[in-house]
């Protein structure tokens, strides 16, 4: 299958996304854009940026690597590993987290994206990570193993 190079751009700007290039967004997304994930669901670019900016403040070191990715008309999908640092989250070491992006193209062509929703485990990003709930979730998830 060959390589969608809209797909692939948008890839390439996520992964090098930070507090200083979130003024990009409007580049890659449409000015109605609805974000989703686990966590949020944010609608228009403007929230959009400003939810980046206040995620990526205290954020050491993010990146992805992408796997596997689709496009079949407007609709795409990207599999992907999340590389997180985050002073507050598993005691400022590294996190990795395996997702899926499930994005929408806008119908006017631009290549830009109308919806995005990530997938992605919450508990095994956040609520695991943090002092006292994550061991409470890992005993959870310990019985519900046995």
């Given amino acids: 299958m060959t390589a969608d190079p809209q797909l692939e751009a948008f890839c390439a700007f ?37 939810y980046f900016t206040t995620l990526y403040r205290n954020v050491t070191e993010c990146r992805f690597v992408f796997h596997e990715r689709q496009r079949l008309g407007r609709e795409a999908f990207a599999t992907w590993t999340m590389h997180l640092v985050h002073p507050r989250l598993d005691k400022g070491r590294e996190i990795a987290v395996e997702g899926c992006s499930h994005l929408t193209f806008a119908a006017d062509g631009s290549g830009r994206i109308a919806r995005h929703r990530d997938y992605f485990d919450a508990g095994d990003l956040l609520y695991e990570r943090l002092p006292l709930l994550g061991g409470a979730i890992r005993l959870i998830k310990r019985q519900l193993d046995a």
């Fill in 14 to 50: 996520f992964n090098k996304l930070d507090k200083s290039c979130t003024k990009r967004l409007y580049e890659f997304y449409t000015p109605d854009v609805v974000f989703e994930d686990p966590l949020h669901r944010i609608e228009g670019a403007a929230s959009l940026e400003r």
